[in-house]
C-alpha cells in the first residue's frame, strides 16, 4: 500500500505502452491514457492493510475473475464489479500493489498478477 499511499488516481500503463481503460461494461487496454476511462480511483481495502481497491469512473471495481482470456491461453479475464454486488466480499477485488524496481505490480490474494495481454494470437 505503501507505493498508492499518497494517491487518489492512477494510470495502469503496461510495458506494450496501452493502459487499462473502462468502459460502461468491460475492461480492455487502449493507447489513450488521457481519457478519464484510463483513470482508477484508489481506495484502501477496508479490512486488510497494504491492500487497495481500484474503482473506475463508472464506479464498479477491478475484479480478477477466473474466466480464461482466450481458450488455450493461461491469462484470465478482469472485469468490473459492481459495488453493491455481493461478491464485492470476495478478495477479487483486492489488489496488493508490489515494488519492481521503477514499476508497481499488482497482486491479487490468490497470488496472480494483473499483466497485459500481448494481443490476439496469430
Do not use: C, I
Not at 489488489?95 to 490476439?120: C, I, V, Y
Amino acid at each position: 500500500m505503501e507505493l498508492f499511499a499518497r494517491a487518489k488516481v492512477v494510470r495502469l500503463r503496461s510495458h506494450h505502452v496501452k493502459f487499462l481503460y473502462a468502459d460502461e461494461v468491460r475492461v480492455t487496454q487502449d493507447r489513450d491514457g488521457y481519457s478519464a476511462n484510463a483513470r482508477w480511483t484508489v481506495e484502501a481495502a477496508p479490512h486488510s492493510t497494504g491492500v487497495v481497491r481500484l474503482r473506475s469512473r463508472y464506479g464498479r471495481y477491478l475484479t480478477a475473475s477466473g474466466e480464461p482470456f482466450l481458450l488455450g491461453m493461461t491469462g484470465r479475464k478482469v472485469t468490473q464489479t459492481a459495488p453493491a454486488a455481493p461478491r464485492l466480499a470476495n478478495a477479487s477485488v483486492d489488489w496488493e500493489p508490489l515494488r519492481d524496481s521503477f514499476q508497481a505490480r499488482l497482486r491479487t490474494k490468490a497470488g496472480h498478477f494483473l499483466r497485459a495481454n500481448g494481443g490476439l494470437p496469430p
